[in-house]
């Protein structure tokens, strides 16, 4: 069965200083990897996905995330946080057969002035 | 930019009442899905939709449930007798393609629903 990891489920950052979220995965075949990011009272909205084409992904935002699968890991990366980044994001991993998203617990990120 | 809309962001229902939660997808999109997230859980899916007929559901999905795309435009989902336990965030997502594809999923903001 497929299922994601978030290992931090919180994360804090002073603003201008990089970001990062991390998320392992697992799966018995190629996975195709997502993550998500929900601002308080809005929807979720996807910032970048994987697919088994380049493994370093650029999101919007500045994000980006790089799947390693000797590591089975997709960590979310930015190299500055913005105060408007403060949010909960989720690592989100697809299965294959049914496209169905599997969630991982989020990591609430805050970005401190 | 086209997104996904849920009506109503809250709802506030008694036990053993049905209520019914709205969405409306991108037009374009032909797979239509609900999640819902008990508060301080995971995003759990509950069922996928396409051509008209259930692809998938979990097994939280039970006789309770049903979903319904009514006039081409509308996707709602019916709880028919609500408990306790139903009190969630349910987000309605929707999709270009989906079985064997993994397009990505546009999410609603979500109703809130509270069942007393």
């Known amino acids: 069965a497929q299922s994601v990891t978030q290992l931090d489920s919180h994360v804090s950052v002073s603003e201008g200083t990089p970001v990062l979220l991390r998320c392992n995965y697992s799966?018995?075949?190629?996975?195709?990897l997502f993550w998500y990011v929900q601002h308080p009272n809005k929807g979720l909205q996807l910032l970048l996905k994987y697919t088994s084409a380049a493994t370093l992904v650029k999101g919007i935002n500045g994000f980006e995330a790089e799947f390693k699968k000797s590591e089975t890991s997709f960590h979310l990366t930015k190299p500055s946080a913005h105060m408007s980044d403060a949010a909960e994001y989720f690592c989100v991993v697809s299965d294959e057969a049914t496209n169905k998203l599997i969630f991982g617990t989020g990591t609430l990120l805050a970005v401190q002035p | 930019e086209p997104e996904v809309t849920q009506t109503p962001s809250h709802q506030v229902t008694q036990m053993g009442q049905e209520v019914i939660l709205r969405c409306v997808p991108i037009s374009n999109h032909l797979y239509f899905y609900w999640y819902r997230q008990i508060l301080g859980q995971k995003v759990e899916f509950l069922v996928s939709?396409?051509?008209?007929?259930?692809?998938?559901k979990s097994e939280i999905f039970d006789d309770q449930f049903s979903v319904e795309r009514p006039d081409g435009s509308n996707f709602t989902l019916k709880i028919r007798s609500t408990k306790l336990e139903d009190s969630a965030m349910y987000f309605c997502?929707?999709?270009?393609?989906?079985?064997?594809?993994?397009?990505?999923?546009?999410f609603g903001p979500g109703t809130r629903l509270t069942v007393t």
């Open positions: 939709f396409y051509n008209n007929e259930i692809s998938e």
């Open positions: 799966s018995s075949y190629s996975p195709s």
């Open positions: 997502a929707s999709s270009v393609l989906g079985h064997l594809t993994p397009y990505e999923q546009y």
